[in-house]
């Protein structure tokens, strides 16, 4: 039986703009009361399916009758830089295939992103997070905390992680970026310099082998001819895109949330080991991925909704990650709590293969910056900090804090 939710009007368009830069809208809360499922118009004025049920989002994100192939008609893209750049190579390992490809390609990595593996890169995560505030403490106050800590961490991160020369971050910090740019040549030039630049490194660390996950897999595929190296150059690049940008974002949105919330800073700079537990809590609360796309490839009924095959369908991870399902008083950020099955990593086959090493990111940050920076707060007034937003991804472009 099909139960189309009522016809949706202009003010439900998606993406549903934040009112506060550091927590998804409270727009939500009027679908999540009308159903688990819902219709919003995209960009582009199709209509498709909005899962903001808790269950309802994590039965679908470990649905096999749902695609995350954007290739095929009726996959949702959030906005026209994002309809581009997945009809780029760049979906064409995990983040765009199903299973049973999905599973072979996922399973080569896996080995790089073991708990072990992550665990060892902690000392030097530590020593880049020190490196960042001993840098803003001798050359501040002020300090612009996206520029000076939220985006270099993670890009050191990753480069640790790939195997790949920090001092080469020219050549990708500003390409991985330039790919949502909205003028369609310029992301087309930053996709152009990633690919060159990943190549030339492939083909240097063929001849002069280095530790980290492509060197692992230049040793264990690339070498017997299980993988080219054109593959290879993907995934450098969707670690890259996937890691570097999402992580630098849930810091720079995740401290602006708590010095926001100052009662919560002083519980993190009070004990420490709260660390752990508050990312899962911050991880909810900024939401940072807020919608993510699928295409159903058969019928599904769903409680008491019926989606048809080829019909797009957007898990609302925002909106189920505010759900009482998962807390009991979701609008408070509480650091006292460890929400770990929130959906700001997915869910399913797909759930996010560098969440430990995002886990390990963030808890260095959320518990050094209050042990280190006791005094940190704002510069500026909280609503004169800018923000950018790309597909699913709100972005603040500064943060600048003093102390
Ligand atoms: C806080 C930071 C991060 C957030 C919020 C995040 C979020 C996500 C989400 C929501 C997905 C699922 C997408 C889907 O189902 O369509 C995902 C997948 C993925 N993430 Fe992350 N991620 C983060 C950090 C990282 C890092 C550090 C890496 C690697 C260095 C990474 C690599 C990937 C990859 C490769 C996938 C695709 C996995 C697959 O399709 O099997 N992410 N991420």
């Known amino acids: 039986m099909s139960t189309p939710a009522a016809a949706p009007d202009e003010s439900r368009s998606f993406p549903i703009g934040r009112q506060c830069p550091y927590r998804p809208s409270t727009g939500y809360d009027a679908f999540r009361a009308e159903g688990p499922l819902s219709r919003v118009r995209l960009y582009d004025g199709r209509e498709v399916w909005m899962v903001t049920g808790y269950a309802e989002a994590r039965a679908l994100l470990a649905d096999r009758r749902v695609s995350i192939n954007p290739r095929l008609d009726g996959f949702p893209a959030l906005s026209a830089e994002m309809a581009e750049l997945e009809s780029t190579g760049y979906t064409d390992v995990l983040i765009g295939v199903d299973p049973p490809l999905h599973t072979r390609q996922r399973a080569m990595l896996i080995p790089s992103f073991s708990v072990r593996r992550m665990n060892a890169l902690r000392p030097a995560i530590q020593d880049i997070v020190d490196q960042r505030v001993d840098a803003m403490l001798a050359a501040g106050p002020p300090a612009e905390l996206v520029a000076d800590f939220a985006l270099p961490v993670p890009s050191m991160a990753v480069c640790v992680l790939l195997g790949v020369p920090y001092e080469d971050r020219a050549a990708f910090e500003g390409p991985a970026r330039g790919l949502f740019d909205p003028d369609p040549d310029r992301a087309g030039e930053a996709m152009t310099s990633l690919t060159e630049y990943f190549g030339q490194l492939v083909r240097a660390k063929e001849r002069s082998p280095g530790t980290g996950l492509l060197d692992d897999l230049i040793?264990?595929?690339?070498?017997?001819?299980?993988?080219?190296?054109?593959?290879?150059?993907?995934?450098?690049?969707?670690?890259?895109?996937?890691?570097?940008?999402?992580?630098?974002?849930?810091?720079?949105?995740?401290?602006?949330?708590?010095?926001?919330?100052?009662?919560?800073?002083?519980?993190?700079?009070?004990?420490?080991?709260?660390?752990?537990?508050?990312?899962?809590?911050?991880?909810?609360?900024?939401?940072?991925?807020?919608?993510?796309?699928?295409?159903?490839?058969?019928?599904?009924?769903?409680?008491?909704?019926?989606?048809?095959?080829?019909?797009g369908v957007l898990i609302g991870a925002a909106a189920a990650n505010f759900s009482p399902a998962l807390v009991p008083t979701p609008d408070e950020l509480d650091v006292t709590r460890s929400p770990r099955h929130h959906l700001g990593f997915g869910f399913g086959v797909h759930q996010c293969i560098g969440q430990n090493l995002a886990r390990i990111e963030l808890e260095l940050a959320f518990r050094t910056l209050p042990q280190r920076m006791p005094n940190l707060r704002l510069a500026v007034p909280a609503d004169e900090i800018r923000t950018s937003v790309t597909g699913p991804m709100e972005r603040l472009t500064t943060l600048p804090v003093t102390w």
């Open 219 to 311: 040793a264990e595929q690339v070498r017997k001819g299980t993988l080219s190296r054109d593959e290879l150059v993907l995934y450098a690049m969707l670690m890259l895109i996937a890691g570097q940008d999402t992580t630098a974002n849930v810091i720079s949105l995740g401290t602006l949330a708590l010095l926001e919330h100052p009662d919560q800073f002083a519980k993190l700079r009070a004990d420490p080991d709260l660390a752990t537990g508050a990312v899962e809590e911050i991880m909810r609360y900024v939401s940072l991925i807020e919608a993510i796309s699928r295409v159903a490839l058969e019928d599904i009924d769903i409680s008491g909704h019926h989606i048809k095959a080829g019909e």
